[in-house]
């Protein structure tokens, strides 16, 4: 008995040892009136700086030194010189890796421009398509990735990483600490504060009916057998330890890492507990050990429960669906490549034709559609000076956006669908803006219409539909954004968006002769403005933002319309048009919140 008691007694003394040397590796800043400059590290005064720099990058995680990026930069801006890297290299033994591949000459190809990190994503992507060496630039840095490649083995099942138990209690214990450290603006005031952290948080979680993720479930009953057992916060600590490691000279590591995992509010804790007046309003009683107890409570009950469990991460690029979506939409990018080369030569031998005869339009019959009494609908294809330049727009940007969704989306699951309906939408654009007849013009709006509500919709959410979008019909633009990326684009970026004003343009000459009509377009046009600023600047997301930004730049256009502007509304549209379809497909990158896809495609020099 009195051995065990010894024993005790040594283990606890090892334990306060441990926590101690850990707090002085915390950060000791607290609740301050005025800004003071904290000395990060003020734990390792008594190193060598550089040295101090790398002790303290290896237990906190930061980096010593800038990154191999910033590095880069420096050097691509003159502030480092090639004469500098060749210096250094010169100094260091040289050495053969592998027959045709030197040590020197793949660190000179790895250190000077040109070199970009890259993901698998893109690994994978530049392989299926067969030329992914060739976007090194560098002959070395091309033998060593062959050379890698060559003894690469792929797996179809690739063992997922655990899920990290920090990803699991971190949540629940941020916002307990937040709320026991609350001076008077949490809502809910923690009860049993002043019994300390881990008294009050085990009172609170012990209660029988609590309600925990799945990998907390049984903390309830891990902090009653806590409370039954009379522990002490360092009762809890000494019971984990003894538990998961009875070597007590690992427990100094095992506290320091637990520590460090969370120092901002380990370190909190602390400089309360040492000094309680820095609290502002209401001191409470703060105590490392209490964090320390909660902490180690969770991660005994996260471990307990699963926590090493594969988390929810499947990897998107090792499926023999998703290699087949990427051998298709290889498919499609040349389809895409020929259909519109093949457009494009139509429209130079259509602009060759207007400019060499000197004719107004070029118009192609097909004769009638049907034919019912004396109504006949007739398939009349015109080509004039006004349809040409819209015709030519939505070519260009039907182009682009295809060959830019046959890399963002060729992994995704709608893949096929996706391609239909925007070859739909080009089709009915193509057909509204060269109708030689109203009835034909409206086929073609309805397609689009059509064609951009199931894009819209293609996610599943709930859809919407328009064209211009004026005031006050207005109101379904923040949902059109919930399709894909490319389908916002050419929708509310280039072409859909604009093919209100067209038709305005198409019937300018009779707006010329009734005034109260342009004014009414004008007035219009000026308020959609207005309000599309207005709701614009207060948007939080980028492609909602972008879309009332389109929606003020075709405002101006009704306006420009209106006043009788015809060509410089016609060169305001096509400018915008091509601008925001750029801004759209950037947009994803400024949205860190969204799930993003990786730049596939991209080359490595």
Not at 489 to 496: K, L, M, Q
Not at 528 to 545: F, L, Q
């Given at each position: 008995m009195r051995r065990k008691s010894h024993s005790v007694l040594s283990g606890r003394d090892t334990l306060l040892q441990a926590v101690e040397h850990a707090a002085h590796l915390l950060p000791m800043q607290g609740p301050i009136g005025v800004f003071i400059h904290h000395n990060t590290l003020h734990a390792f005064e008594h190193l060598p700086f550089e040295q101090a720099v790398i002790e303290a990058s290896r237990l906190f995680g930061a980096e010593p030194y800038m990154t191999e990026a910033a590095y880069r930069t420096e050097l691509a801006r003159g502030r480092i010189q090639i004469e500098d890297i060749n210096f250094v290299l010169g100094s260091e033994p040289d050495a053969v890796v592998f027959p045709g591949l030197m040590r020197r000459a793949l660190r000179r190809a790895m250190i000077t421009p040109g070199v970009r990190e890259f993901d698998a994503a893109t690994i994978l992507w530049r392989t299926e398509q067969g030329d992914l060496a060739r976007d090194f630039r560098h002959a070395a840095l091309r033998t060593l990735f062959q050379a890698c490649f060559d003894r690469t083995v792929v797996h179809e099942e690739e063992p997922v990483p655990p899920r990290p138990i920090d990803e699991i209690i971190h949540p629940w214990l941020i916002r307990l600490c937040s709320v026991f450290l609350d001076q008077g603006t949490a809502y809910w005031p923690m009860p049993y504060r002043e019994r300390g952290f881990y008294e009050s948080v085990r009172e609170l979680l012990s209660r029988r009916g609590g309600m925990f993720p799945k990998y907390l479930s049984g903390l309830d009953e891990e902090f009653r057998r806590q409370k039954n057992g009379a522990f002490s916060a360092t009762d809890a600590v000494l019971d984990y330890l003894e538990a998961h490691n009875p070597n007590e000279s690992e427990w100094k590591g095992i506290i320091q890492s637990e520590l460090l995992a969370l120092p901002g509010w380990a370190g909190l804790m602390r400089r309360l507990e040492e000094k309680p007046g820095l609290a502002p309003h209401e001191p409470v009683p703060c105590s490392l050990m209490d964090f320390l107890a909660v902490r180690l409570t969770m991660s005994r009950v996260a471990a307990r429960m699963g926590a090493a469990e594969s988390?929810?991460?499947?990897?998107?690029?090792?499926?023999?669906?998703?290699?087949?979506?990427?051998?298709?939409?290889?498919?499609?990018?040349?389809?895409?490549?020929?259909?519109?080369?093949?457009?494009?030569?139509?429209?130079?031998?259509?602009?060759?034709?207007?400019?060499?005869?000197?004719?107004?339009?070029?118009?192609?019959?097909?004769?009638?559609?049907?034919?019912?009494?004396?109504?006949?609908?007739?398939?009349?294809?015109?080509?004039?000076?006004?349809?040409?330049?819209?015709?030519?727009?939505?070519?260009?940007?039907?182009?682009?956006?295809?060959?830019?969704?046959?890399?963002?989306?060729?992994?995704?699951?709608?893949?096929?669908?996706?391609?239909?309906?925007?070859?739909?939408?080009?089709?009915?654009?193509?057909?509204?803006?060269?109708?030689?007849?109203?009835?034909?013009?409206?086929?073609?709006?309805?397609?689009?219409?059509?064609?951009?509500?199931?894009?819209?919709?293609?996610?599943?959410?709930?859809?919407?539909?328009?064209?211009?979008?004026?005031?006050?019909?207005?109101?379904?633009?923040?949902?059109?954004?919930?399709?894909?990326?490319?389908?916002?684009?050419?929708?509310?970026?280039?072409?859909?968006?604009?093919?209100?004003?067209?038709?305005?343009?198409?019937?300018?000459?009779?707006?010329?002769?009734?005034?109260?009509?342009?004014?009414?377009?004008?007035?219009?046009?000026?308020?959609?403005?207005?309000?599309?600023?207005?709701?614009?600047?207060?948007?939080?997301?980028?492609?909602?933002?972008?879309?009332?930004?389109?929606?003020?730049?075709?405002?101006?256009?009704?306006?420009?319309?209106?006043?009788?502007?015809?060509?410089?509304?016609?060169?305001?549209?096509?400018?915008?048009?091509?601008?925001?379809?750029?801004?759209?497909?950037?947009?994803?990158?400024?949205?860190?919140?969204?799930?993003?896809?990786?730049?596939?495609?991209?080359?490595?020099?």
């Open positions: 988390g929810p991460r499947e990897n998107p690029l090792k499926t023999e669906e998703r290699r087949r979506l990427s051998r298709t939409a290889r498919i499609y990018d040349r389809i895409t490549a020929w259909t519109f080369a093949g457009c494009m030569f139509t429209l130079a031998a259509l602009i060759h034709t207007l400019g060499s005869t000197g004719a107004s339009a070029v118009v192609v019959t097909f004769g009638n559609w049907f034919a019912v009494h004396e109504y006949r609908f007739p398939l009349v294809l015109m080509a004039d000076r006004l349809s040409l330049p819209f015709l030519v727009m939505t070519v260009v940007l039907s182009g682009l956006i295809g060959q830019f969704s046959a890399t963002y989306l060729h992994r995704e699951r709608g893949f096929f669908r996706f391609f239909v309906l925007l070859d739909l939408f080009a089709f009915g654009s193509l057909l509204a803006f060269a109708a030689g007849s109203f009835d034909l013009l409206i086929a073609g709006w309805e397609l689009v219409g059509i064609s951009s509500v199931l894009l819209i919709a293609f996610h599943d959410h709930r859809p919407a539909a328009g064209k211009a979008a004026q005031i006050p019909f207005s109101g379904w633009l923040p949902r059109a954004m919930e399709g894909p990326t490319p389908s916002s684009a050419i929708f509310y970026g280039g072409i859909s968006i604009h093919a209100g004003a067209y038709l305005l343009l198409r019937v300018q000459p009779l707006l010329a002769h009734m005034r109260v009509a342009a004014v009414c377009v004008i007035v219009v046009g000026l308020a959609t403005a207005i309000y599309g600023t207005i709701v614009g600047r207060a948007s939080a997301a980028a492609k909602t933002s972008l879309a009332f930004a389109s929606l003020t730049q075709v405002g101006v256009v009704f306006a420009e319309i209106g006043i009788g502007w015809r060509s410089i509304a016609i060169a305001h549209i096509l400018g915008h048009a091509v601008v925001r379809t750029l801004q759209f497909l950037r947009s994803p990158s400024k949205e860190p919140s969204l799930s993003m896809r990786s730049p596939a495609g991209q080359g490595i020099e």
